[in-house]
């Protein structure tokens, strides 16, 4: 089934339901697996077709679930694990320059106020 065929399965099976078929609804129907262009057009031509023609949509069952398809989370695991190291040694190296940046500060801070100290006497 086509991913324009799922949108108008899922639009159906939310207008038979008694609810208004909108993008938020179809897509907690069909999950991330199709793309919001795709979603949009097979939600403009559901809102096209007149009420006697949804008996031609397939029913929302005929879809094969999306928690029945095989997932590979190890992929975005790894991502999101060198992703993490990688900001966490990029906070560790910005936790050192402000670091370095609040002790210039204060030092110059200190010379200043020695050099106003000597402009008094």
Do not use: Y
């Not at 929302?60 to 190291?85: F, R, S």
């Amino acid at each position: 089934m086509s991913p324009i065929e799922q949108v108008l399965a899922a639009a159906k099976s939310i207008a038979n339901n008694g609810n208004t078929p909108c993008l938020a609804l179809i897509k907690s129907r069909l999950g991330n697996s199709i793309p919001m262009p795709t979603l949009i057009q097979g939600l403009q031509q559901f809102k096209a077709l007149p009420k006697s023609e949804w008996q031609h949509i397939p029913e929302l069952a005929d879809i094969a679930a999306v928690a029945d398809q095989p997932v590979d989370n190890n992929v975005d695991l790894t991502n999101v694990i060198q992703q993490v190291m990688s900001l966490q040694q990029h906070v560790t190296l910005l936790t050192k320059r402000v670091e370095q940046l609040e002790n210039q500060l204060q030092d110059n801070a200190i010379q200043s106020n020695i050099i106003i100290n000597k402009a008094d006497q």
